[in-house]
């Protein structure tokens, strides 16, 4: 019972680090937090599940295509939405993100309709459903192996990506210093895009990966995923990529094991709690830092 709750939370923890990521990267690098990008995730599922039913389109297929459309709406998102934004005061562009965030559910309830759906599962490959280890009460799908080995591969990727290319240096730069990153000659815009655009890409893949996981999706999964992926992110030290990680597994943990040994009533009020409690005892997370203002 204990390995697999265990489990269970392990493979909520890394889709939940995957949309963290995205809150963290935009955080570390512009301080915005940005609602709408539990949106993207609901995205992400809605677009792949487009590409398969209307174009016929194989399953891994339509899932990078859902990143890269993601991808760009997260682009636009930022060009149209927190761009002219930049030297207003704060409140107005968290006003902003909310805004988009509920722009973005209606939009997708015009366009999709308001119920859930099912996923198209006849696209889904069969082996992912089956059974890949089974040991007395415990068993792993092939759908959970392929989830922790694609969140492996997305989170070593992103890190040779932050840590290995000039891209990479340019997003701690300005992470670090705005102003001085642009007298260095950084092009700013296009680092804020691409930092825009990579975490949407993740979060899109978060979004695919549930709704087949569950076999389900509607327009407003986005908020409860996104408070969720927030409070990781606050848990591990909104900035860090390595500490959305870890917040994100924690997490998933945390609310595997409250709902298989308290309730599975309480399991969405773990992340509440767990937000009000890193915010009380230790604002600055588990790998975060406080500081000032930037200059």
């Known amino acids: ?59 891994y297929l339509a899932m990078a295509l859902a990143m890269v459309a993601c991808g760009a709406a997260g682009v636009i998102i930022e060009k149209l939405a927190y761009k002219p934004l930049r030297k207003a005061p704060r409140l107005a562009v968290l006003i902003t993100a909310i805004g988009m965030s509920i722009f973005l559910q209606n939009l997708s309830m015009a366009i999709w309709g308001s119920r859930p759906q099912p996923f198209p599962q006849d696209a889904v490959p069969a082996y992912l459903n089956d059974i890949a280890v089974r040991f007395s009460d415990v068993q792993i799908s092939w759908l959970q192996l392929f989830i922790f080995g694609l969140t492996i591969l997305m989170m070593i990727g992103l890190n040779l990506i932050i840590t290995k290319t000039k891209t990479g240096t340019a997003m701690r730069a300005l992470a670090q210093n705005s102003k001085a990153a642009a007298l260095m000659g950084i092009n700013v815009d296009r680092i804020i895009s691409f930092t825009f655009a990579l975490g949407s890409a993740m979060g899109a893949v978060a979004g695919v990966l549930v709704s087949v996981f569950y076999n389900t999706m509607y327009p407003t999964m986005g908020y409860t995923a996104g408070v969720k992926a927030f409070a990781a992110a606050v848990l591990g030290g909104i900035g860090s990529v390595p500490g959305a990680m870890i917040g994100g597994i924690v997490l998933g943990v945390a609310e595997a094991l409250g709902a298989g040994y308290v309730s599975s009533l309480y399991r969405d009020g773990v992340a509440y709690a767990v937000l009000i409690a890193v915010i009380i005892f230790r604002p600055s997370g588990i790998l975060g830092k406080l500081v000032g203002d930037k200059a």
Not at 41 to 47: E, K, Q, V
């Open 1 to 59: 019972m204990l390995i697999q709750q265990l489990i269970n939370g392990l493979t909520l923890g890394v889709i939940y680090a995957m949309i963290a990521v995205g809150y963290t990267m935009v955080y570390g690098v512009i301080e915005l937090i940005n609602f709408a990008h539990g949106e993207i995730y609901m995205l992400g599922a809605f677009f792949c599940a487009t590409f398969i039913t209307a174009f016929h389109m194989p399953f």
